[in-house]
Protein backbone atom coordinates (compact mmCIF):
# COMPACT_ATOMS: atom_id res chain seq x y z
CA UNK A 1 0.00 0.00 0.00
CA UNK A 2 1.36 3.80 -0.83
CA UNK A 3 1.13 6.46 1.05
CA UNK A 4 -1.23 8.16 -0.56
CA UNK A 5 -3.61 5.25 -0.17
CA UNK A 6 -2.99 4.76 3.86
CA UNK A 7 -5.80 5.33 6.44
CA UNK A 8 -5.06 7.67 8.65
CA UNK A 9 -5.29 7.78 12.36
CA UNK A 10 -4.67 10.99 14.01
CA UNK A 11 -4.07 12.30 17.72
CA UNK A 12 -5.43 15.53 18.49
CA UNK A 13 -3.39 17.96 20.81
CA UNK A 14 0.29 18.55 19.67
CA UNK A 15 -0.39 16.76 16.55
CA UNK A 16 -3.76 18.81 14.96
CA UNK A 17 -3.76 21.65 16.62
CA UNK A 18 -1.54 23.88 19.09
CA UNK A 19 -3.84 23.62 22.61
CA UNK A 20 -1.18 24.19 25.14
CA UNK A 21 -2.25 28.08 25.59
CA UNK A 22 -5.55 26.99 25.98
CA UNK A 23 -4.92 24.04 28.53
CA UNK A 24 -2.88 26.58 30.72
CA UNK A 25 -5.38 28.87 31.02
CA UNK A 26 -7.87 26.66 32.10
CA UNK A 27 -5.17 24.69 34.65
CA UNK A 28 -4.33 28.10 36.46
CA UNK A 29 -8.33 29.04 36.82
CA UNK A 30 -8.63 25.71 38.48
CA UNK A 31 -5.52 26.72 40.31
CA UNK A 32 -6.22 30.01 41.68
CA UNK A 33 -9.47 27.86 43.00
CA UNK A 34 -7.35 25.77 44.73
CA UNK A 35 -4.81 27.71 46.04
CA UNK A 36 -2.00 26.83 43.34
CA UNK A 37 0.80 28.94 41.76
CA UNK A 38 0.74 29.85 37.90
CA UNK A 39 1.65 27.31 35.76
CA UNK A 40 4.15 28.32 32.88
CA UNK A 41 2.89 27.23 29.46
CA UNK A 42 6.48 25.86 29.15
CA UNK A 43 5.72 23.25 32.35
CA UNK A 44 2.08 22.47 30.67
CA UNK A 45 3.54 21.53 27.71
CA UNK A 46 5.68 18.57 29.16
CA UNK A 47 2.86 16.95 31.08
CA UNK A 48 0.22 17.09 28.62
CA UNK A 49 -0.74 13.37 26.85
CA UNK A 50 -2.42 10.94 28.78
CA UNK A 51 -5.83 12.91 29.64
CA UNK A 52 -7.28 14.96 31.77
CA UNK A 53 -7.17 13.25 35.09
CA UNK A 54 -3.05 12.87 34.98
CA UNK A 55 -2.91 16.08 33.43
CA UNK A 56 -4.89 17.86 37.03
CA UNK A 57 -2.84 15.18 38.78
CA UNK A 58 0.36 16.03 37.19
CA UNK A 59 0.12 20.07 37.75
CA UNK A 60 -1.06 19.88 41.39
CA UNK A 61 -0.16 16.84 42.68
CA UNK A 62 -1.46 13.33 42.90
CA UNK A 63 -1.78 13.28 46.44
CA UNK A 64 -4.07 16.07 46.33
CA UNK A 65 -6.27 15.11 43.29
CA UNK A 66 -10.14 14.94 43.88
CA UNK A 67 -12.46 13.74 40.95
CA UNK A 68 -14.19 17.21 41.56
CA UNK A 69 -10.93 18.50 40.41
CA UNK A 70 -11.36 17.09 37.30
CA UNK A 71 -15.44 18.05 36.60
CA UNK A 72 -14.11 21.38 37.30
CA UNK A 73 -11.01 21.67 34.83
CA UNK A 74 -13.61 20.21 32.26
CA UNK A 75 -16.33 22.33 32.96
CA UNK A 76 -13.39 25.46 32.97
CA UNK A 77 -11.61 24.32 30.15
CA UNK A 78 -14.84 23.59 27.97
CA UNK A 79 -15.40 27.33 27.72
CA UNK A 80 -11.59 28.38 27.35
CA UNK A 81 -10.47 25.59 24.71
CA UNK A 82 -11.41 27.61 21.50
CA UNK A 83 -9.66 31.04 22.84
CA UNK A 84 -6.46 30.57 20.94
CA UNK A 85 -6.29 27.26 20.10
CA UNK A 86 -5.50 26.58 16.29
CA UNK A 87 -4.31 23.97 13.70
CA UNK A 88 -0.57 23.68 13.38
CA UNK A 89 0.18 25.88 9.57
CA UNK A 90 -0.33 23.22 6.99
CA UNK A 91 -2.69 20.68 8.91
CA UNK A 92 -5.97 22.04 7.21
CA UNK A 93 -4.66 21.46 3.69
CA UNK A 94 -3.65 18.49 4.59
CA UNK A 95 -6.62 17.23 5.78
CA UNK A 96 -8.37 18.35 2.77
CA UNK A 97 -6.20 16.07 0.09
CA UNK A 98 -7.35 12.90 2.23
CA UNK A 99 -11.04 11.25 1.81
CA UNK A 100 -13.08 11.87 5.12
CA UNK A 101 -14.00 7.86 5.21
CA UNK A 102 -10.08 6.59 5.36
CA UNK A 103 -9.17 9.25 7.93
CA UNK A 104 -10.24 9.39 12.48
CA UNK A 105 -8.68 10.84 15.40
CA UNK A 106 -8.43 8.85 18.52
CA UNK A 107 -7.72 11.25 21.34
CA UNK A 108 -7.17 10.95 24.90
CA UNK A 109 -9.26 14.35 25.51
CA UNK A 110 -12.56 13.63 26.56
CA UNK A 111 -14.85 13.26 23.85
CA UNK A 112 -17.46 16.05 23.93
CA UNK A 113 -14.86 18.34 24.59
CA UNK A 114 -12.77 16.49 21.01
CA UNK A 115 -16.29 17.26 18.86
CA UNK A 116 -16.55 21.02 20.53
CA UNK A 117 -12.76 22.12 19.60
CA UNK A 118 -13.15 20.21 16.23
CA UNK A 119 -16.59 21.59 15.36
CA UNK A 120 -15.12 25.00 16.12
CA UNK A 121 -12.36 24.89 14.06
CA UNK A 122 -14.03 23.46 11.16
CA UNK A 123 -12.22 20.66 11.21
CA UNK A 124 -15.44 17.39 12.10
CA UNK A 125 -15.94 16.75 8.01
CA UNK A 126 -12.66 15.91 7.44
CA UNK A 127 -13.49 12.58 10.00
CA UNK A 128 -15.55 9.58 9.70
CA UNK A 129 -14.86 8.24 13.20
CA UNK A 130 -14.41 10.50 16.00
CA UNK A 131 -12.76 8.54 19.44
CA UNK A 132 -12.16 10.31 22.59
CA UNK A 133 -10.07 9.35 25.69
CA UNK A 134 -13.81 8.66 27.40
CA UNK A 135 -15.35 6.71 24.27
CA UNK A 136 -14.40 2.72 25.49
CA UNK A 137 -12.87 1.84 28.85
CA UNK A 138 -9.24 1.63 27.86
CA UNK A 139 -7.65 5.02 26.03
CA UNK A 140 -4.22 5.34 24.79
CA UNK A 141 -1.72 3.79 25.09
CA UNK A 142 -4.01 0.41 25.33
CA UNK A 143 -4.43 -0.72 22.17
CA UNK A 144 -8.39 -0.49 21.97
CA UNK A 145 -9.54 2.66 20.40
CA UNK A 146 -7.07 2.11 17.39
CA UNK A 147 -8.96 -1.21 17.03
CA UNK A 148 -11.90 0.93 17.28
CA UNK A 149 -11.32 3.54 15.24
CA UNK A 150 -9.63 0.43 12.47
CA UNK A 151 -12.96 -1.70 12.77
CA UNK A 152 -15.26 1.81 11.68
CA UNK A 153 -12.51 2.75 9.22
CA UNK A 154 -13.39 -0.49 7.83
CA UNK A 155 -9.63 -1.11 7.27
CA UNK A 156 -7.01 -4.30 8.13
CA UNK A 157 -3.98 -2.77 10.90
CA UNK A 158 -2.16 -2.81 7.99
CA UNK A 159 -3.40 -0.59 6.04
CA UNK A 160 -3.12 2.63 8.19
CA UNK A 161 -0.69 4.66 10.47
CA UNK A 162 -1.24 5.89 13.92
CA UNK A 163 0.24 9.77 13.60
CA UNK A 164 0.42 11.25 17.19
CA UNK A 165 3.14 13.23 19.25
CA UNK A 166 3.46 10.95 22.24
CA UNK A 167 4.78 7.67 23.42
CA UNK A 168 1.34 6.60 23.95
CA UNK A 169 -0.10 7.28 20.26
CA UNK A 170 2.95 5.03 19.46
CA UNK A 171 2.31 2.24 21.77
CA UNK A 172 -0.88 2.03 20.90
CA UNK A 173 -0.87 1.72 17.11
CA UNK A 174 1.86 -0.65 17.35
CA UNK A 175 0.19 -2.66 19.66
CA UNK A 176 -3.29 -2.50 16.93
CA UNK A 177 -0.39 -3.21 14.71
CA UNK A 178 -0.20 0.18 12.64
CA UNK A 179 2.26 1.89 11.52
CA UNK A 180 2.69 4.62 13.39
CA UNK A 181 4.42 8.51 12.84
CA UNK A 182 5.81 10.62 15.56
CA UNK A 183 5.19 14.65 15.10
CA UNK A 184 8.41 15.88 17.01
CA UNK A 185 6.96 19.44 16.63
CA UNK A 186 3.97 18.33 19.13
CA UNK A 187 4.07 18.25 22.97
CA UNK A 188 5.66 14.77 23.97
CA UNK A 189 8.17 12.66 23.79
CA UNK A 190 8.79 9.06 21.91
CA UNK A 191 9.34 7.46 24.91
CA UNK A 192 11.80 5.33 23.52
CA UNK A 193 9.54 4.06 20.93
CA UNK A 194 10.62 3.83 17.51
CA UNK A 195 8.31 4.82 14.68
CA UNK A 196 8.01 4.01 11.30
CA UNK A 197 8.07 8.02 10.52
CA UNK A 198 9.10 11.01 11.57
CA UNK A 199 7.35 14.46 11.26
CA UNK A 200 9.93 16.84 12.30
CA UNK A 201 7.09 19.57 11.00
CA UNK A 202 3.39 19.55 10.82
CA UNK A 203 4.25 20.39 6.69
CA UNK A 204 5.82 17.23 7.03
CA UNK A 205 2.69 15.44 6.98
CA UNK A 206 2.14 16.18 3.39
CA UNK A 207 4.75 14.80 2.24
CA UNK A 208 5.09 11.85 4.04
CA UNK A 209 1.49 10.96 3.14
CA UNK A 210 0.73 13.07 0.16
CA UNK A 211 -3.22 11.80 -0.01
CA UNK A 212 -5.33 10.87 -3.24
CA UNK A 213 -7.13 14.51 -3.15
CA UNK A 214 -3.44 16.62 -2.69
Same mark, same amino acid.
Given at each position: ?????????????????????????????????? %? $? !????? +?? &?????????? /? =?????????????????????????????????????????? %? $? !????? +?? &?????????? /? =??????????????????????????????????????????????????????????????????????????????????????????????????
Amino acid at each position: MSAADRYLLFDLDGTLVDSVQDLTTALNLLGTEL %G $H !PPLSV +AY &VRTIVGDGAG /K =LIKRAFGEKNYRRSQLLRFLDIYGEHLLDTTRCYPGIEDFLA %G $H !PAENM +AV &VTNKPYRLTL /K =LLDGLGLLQHFHIIIGGDSYPEKKPHPLPVLKALAALGCKPDQAVMIGDHHTDLHSGQAAGTATCFCSYGLGQTGGVIPDFIAEASTDLRQLFPGPLA
